[in-house]
């Protein structure tokens, strides 16, 4: 009696262990948070997950879109089992599913970006049972052009350096191959003369 009392004493504390443990198995998002894109192109909004529960049908993942100046949130996109696009709004015929939940990937593709197209998308993960965890954000700027940022930057100063580097060793290369031609021309002119300043050897020497 006393051990099986033991016994669902222990059960119930475990459970209630697992119970107090559960919330942070949630799932958790990333995504690139800031992003730029130039007006009329295609962009693409990453976000990827994990989750303590094994992938399965239940998964289900929501993109909606607030605008950066104010206004009701926006439905952009739908997963469950099958893609669901907008059938109406700003997004219809502009999203598409470009995820892999095999992968952990639930990203989307947007087409012909708009100047209106600017503000926050949210993308948010449910795989039962995690269910819990917090949403992934983008903030998408659209503008006329991409500025350049510090990676172009130092990709430019690693090309120009390249660069530099090559045009030296070729001034290097032509320096020596003119001096060499050079010496070989003078060594030449060298042999043409000496011939000619030799004296010849008089074999019958007269004596006055």
Request: glycine share 6%; charged share 20%.
């Amino acid at each position: 009696m006393y051990g099986k009392s033991t016994s669902r004493a222990g059960l119930l504390l475990l459970g209630i262990q697992l119970t107090a443990l559960w919330p942070i198995a949630a799932v958790e998002i990333y995504t690139s948070q800031v992003l730029e894109a130039v007006n009329g192109t295609d962009v693409r909004l990453k976000c990827t997950f994990s989750s303590f529960a094994p992938v399965s049908d239940a998964l289900t993942v929501t993109w909606n879109f607030r605008p950066r100046d104010g206004g009701p949130e926006q439905f952009v996109f739908y997963y469950h089992v099958d893609p669901f696009k907008p059938m109406s709004g700003r997004f219809k015929d502009r999203v598409v599913w470009d995820g892999n939940p095999e992968r952990y990937d639930v990203s989307i593709m947007l087409w012909k970006l708009q100047f209106d197209d600017n503000g926050t998308y949210t993308c948010q993960v449910k795989n039962p049972p995690d269910v819990d965890g917090l949403v992934g954000e983008i903030r998408l700027s659209v503008v006329h052009t991409v500025r350049f940022s510090e990676i172009y930057f130092l990709a430019l100063a690693i090309g120009s350096a390249c660069a530099l580097m090559v045009i030296i060793v070729i001034v290097v290369v032509l320096v020596q191959h003119f001096r060499k031609k050079r010496w070989a021309e003078r060594a030449h002119k060298v042999v043409e003369i000496r011939p000619r300043l030799k004296i010849p050897k008089n074999k019958n020497p007269r004596i006055s």
